[in-house]
């Protein structure tokens, strides 16, 4: 379970219900609550969240030129 601070309480607690979520700025996030009071807790992880793999550039299919006549 990750540990957190809660402000009401003002001490460090374990997050109850704790999902992990990412913020806009693309880092990782655990939101949940206080198990005595029922706060809600935000503890902010280091690093940011990994980005999806870059997709292979799609390429034409060659068709085979037809010869010219003249």
Do not use: H, Q, W
């Amino acid at each position: 379970m990750p540990e957190g601070y809660c402000v009401k309480c003002k001490a460090k607690k374990e997050i109850v219900d704790a999902v992990e979520e990412v913020m806009k700025n693309g880092r990782k996030a655990i939101k949940g609550k206080c198990p005595t009071c029922g706060t809600v807790m935000f503890k902010i992880l280091g690093g940011k969240a990994a980005a999806a793999a870059p997709a292979a550039p799609a390429t034409p299919a060659a068709e085979p030129s037809a010869p010219k006549t003249s």
